[in-house]
């Protein structure tokens, strides 16, 4: 009956004829099914939705703008570029985003959680550290900043909490644990952000710059790069700049407009130009003048009295670690303070030397 009932079917549809089922001229009353009460939420449901609650109004919604021509009109237009997640740093109206987000943009807008949008300025950018901070002149009663943690005490295995605007969408929670810790990322600069926090709390496009937060609504990272399976999307392997780091960065960036690092006082040479010589290490172009390198007899590169070229130091190691390139030797660098002394390893010519050089911040 089924194979008879199905060929009619077929040869009406074929003949260009709708089949119309049959209905009951008296169908019994319907009525909505019975909704069971569910009780209580659990614990950590309630933990959750309490920690989204009062950690949301602090992220914000950024918007990248770059400026088009309408020939039409003969005026300039701001056009969106891209989008991303920032958090509200403190009550002054100052936001915490990525440097990546805001790379390429002319001027930049923050939507705050009650979409109130307000125009952005860059106050400062670590791109080595792919953090930026932005200044709005919102209402303070508009702005609640988070609440700041450590990251030096996180554990594998602890619940984190991510907000953010993946793919547009805002005032998105995730949720998962950290995977691993101490891991290293490329900044867009080429240089290593070290003691990256890896986490499996899903981090789209879109969620860069936003914060990552522990189970007490602490920040604790910012969401920074995903791990780059070929989609675009998460898979399950997100990665935020720890807090510590940012917690240094984000007050020199408010007051300086950048970071303020000792330095030994040098020039470097260009690394194409030290590998074409065949050199591994940093070479010495110049020495700036009343700094640490001056004063403890550096040289630059220069040339002799007949013209010829006559090579700097080049420096081959920073306190007995090796140093390959300019990358390194910030790396050496990384965590100094103004005054401290290192020692560097430098051939002068055929010539190996020790020599001690205080640091000092120039300019």
């Not at 952005?120 to 670590?126: C, D, F, N, P, T």
């Amino acid at each position: 009956m089924v194979v008879v009932l199905a060929l009619f079917a077929g040869l009406l549809i074929g003949l260009g004829l709708s089949l119309v089922w049959p209905t009951r001229l008296h169908a019994p009353a319907a009525s909505p099914r019975i909704v069971v009460p569910r009780g209580d939420l659990a614990a950590d449901e309630k933990a959750t939705i309490d920690l989204f609650r009062e950690a949301s109004p602090s992220v914000v919604y950024i918007t990248s703008l770059a400026r088009a021509v309408d020939w039409a009109r003969l005026s300039v237009m701001e056009m969106p570029q891209g989008t991303g997640s920032g958090f509200v740093w403190d009550e002054r109206g100052y936001v915490v985003t990525n440097f990546h987000v805001i790379q390429q943009a002319e001027s930049a807008e923050v939507r705050l959680a009650d979409h109130s949008a307000w125009p952005a300025r860059l106050v400062g950018y670590e791109a080595d550290k792919d953090l930026a901070v932005l200044k709005i002149d919102a209402p303070r009663e508009r702005l609640k900043p988070l609440l700041v943690g450590s990251s030096k005490d996180l554990q594998v295995g602890q619940k984190v909490f991510a907000i953010g605007n993946p793919f547009g969408l805002d005032q998105t929670l995730t949720t998962g644990v950290i995977s691993a810790l101490g891991r290293q990322i490329a900044a867009v600069t080429g240089r290593q952000i070290r003691g990256v926090i890896q986490t499996d709390a899903a981090i789209n496009p879109g969620n860069s710059g936003g914060p990552l937060l522990d189970s007490a609504g602490r920040l604790i990272g910012v969401n920074t790069a995903i791990y780059n399976a070929g989609s675009g999307a998460s898979v399950g392997i997100g990665f935020a700049v720890p807090v510590d780091t940012v917690n240094e960065i984000v007050p020199q960036l408010i007051t300086h407009g950048r970071v303020v690092r000792p330095q030994l006082g040098i020039e470097m040479a260009d690394e194409v130009l030290a590998r074409r010589l065949g050199l591994q290490g940093v070479l010495v172009l110049d020495v700036v003048e009343g700094g640490g390198a001056a004063a403890a007899g550096l040289r630059g590169t220069g040339r002799d009295r007949f013209g010829r070229l006559r090579l700097g130091d080049l420096i081959v190691a920073v306190d007995g670690q090796p140093v390959r390139d300019a990358n390194e030797l910030k790396d050496r660098l990384e965590g100094k303070r103004e005054g401290e002394t290192v020692t560097l390893r430098l051939f002068r010519g055929d010539q190996q030397a020790d020599v001690k050089v205080r640091l000092s911040v120039l300019g």
